[in-house]
């Protein structure tokens, strides 16, 4: 869950005082899914540079 603090998406309290485990754990995994997205766009965008 240090991940969600650090990306600023929760603080520690939130974390331990509103969200249960299940909760903190899909926020972690949408976290993650928005990240390779962004990897897979800028990925994308070094192959079409490379390609030009």
Same mark, same amino acid.
């Given at each position: 869950? /240090?991940?969600? %603090? $650090? +990306?600023? %998406? +929760? *603080? $520690?309290?939130?974390? #331990?005082?509103? /969200?249960?485990?299940?909760? +903190?754990?899909?926020? /972690? +995994?949408? /976290?993650?899914? =928005?990240?390779? %997205?962004? &990897?897979?766009?800028? #990925? #994308?965008? &070094?192959?079409? &540079? $490379? =390609? *030009?």
């Amino acid at each position: 869950m /240090y991940i969600l %603090i $650090k +990306a600023k %998406i +929760a *603080s $520690k309290f939130e974390l #331990e005082e509103y /969200y249960t485990l299940d909760e +903190a754990l899909k926020l /972690y +995994a949408l /976290y993650q899914m =928005d990240l390779d %997205i962004q &990897r897979g766009k800028d #990925e #994308e965008l &070094r192959e079409r &540079r $490379k =390609d *030009s």
